[in-house]
């Protein structure tokens, strides 16, 4: 089975704060992914990396970053946390080749508040 | 025009009725077509994956697709009050602006199923 795991279930950080979400995979996958769930607005991808290194802004990079230094650990850093971050954090990833995605595993989730 | 669209819902059926959930995409030449159940307060698990016109089927699950009107859905036989969640239709973004086709997903539809 693959296992898809994030660092917290539930995180509680002030405006301004630099946060830090983790992810880890541990089926060798090529490509993770980062989203953010709110209702009404659903799923959004924040960034993905398709490699060690490599990554790429999806939807909503603003105010955020990533960092992927190994292929099973996949960061969010969100650098001076605002309220409007509020939010489920999703961290998934897929097998594949660059450019070539198939299925997605998720993640449990990071219930992030800022306040 | 959305990329993915789904019926909020929420979907009402009884139980051991067939549940239908439909959902249409906007890019016509979108290759890969995913079916997620989410629970209440969890993250999403995948449930179908269809790359090819007709139907798939895995157990009480079916999975349409029909590229020329771009409709994907899925068929759950026998519903049981245990599959009452959201299901999110995902589809690949050929479109995107490199050569990387990340996933778009629709906003879900609610489904209750009613003992």
């Known amino acids: 089975d693959v296992k898809v795991t994030q660092s917290s279930r539930y995180l509680v950080k002030r405006t301004g704060e630099k946060v830090f979400l983790e992810c880890v995979q541990d089926?060798?996958?090529?490509?993770m992914f980062w989203y953010r769930q709110d209702p009404g607005l659903g799923l959004r991808l924040i960034y993905f990396?398709?490699?060690?290194?490599?990554?790429e802004k999806g939807d909503i990079p603003e105010g955020y970053s990533v960092s992927r230094e190994k292929k099973e650990r996949f960061s969010l850093i969100l650098e001076s946390a605002s309220t409007n971050q509020t939010s489920m954090y999703l961290c998934?990833?897929?097998?594949?080749?660059?450019?070539?995605?198939?299925?997605?595993?998720f993640g449990p989730g990071t219930r992030l508040t800022v306040t | 025009q959305k990329e993915v669209e789904q019926n909020s819902g929420p979907l009402s059926v009884p139980e051991g009725a067939i549940a239908s959930l439909n959902c249409t995409y906007s890019?016509?030449?979108?290759?890969?077509f995913f079916w997620y159940r989410q629970y209440s307060g969890k993250s999403p698990e995948l449930i179908m994956s269809?790359?090819?016109?007709g139907d798939k089927e895995d157990g009480r699950f079916t999975a349409q697709l029909n590229k020329a009107s771009q409709y994907v859905s899925l068929l759950i036989r026998d519903s049981q009050p245990s599959d009452s969640a959201t299901y999110l239709c995902?589809?690949?973004?050929?479109?995107?602006?490199?050569?990387?086709?990340?996933?778009?997903f629709g906003k879900g539809t609610r489904l209750s199923v009613i003992a």
């Open positions: 995902a589809v690949n973004r050929v479109l995107w602006n490199s050569g990387n086709t990340p996933l778009v």
């Open positions: 089926m060798d996958h090529e490509n």
């Open positions: 269809i790359y090819s016109n």
């Open positions: 998934a990833s897929s097998p594949g080749l660059a450019g070539d995605f198939y299925e997605q595993y």
């Open positions: 890019d016509r030449v979108s290759q890969s």
């Open positions: 990396s398709y490699d060690v290194k490599m990554k």
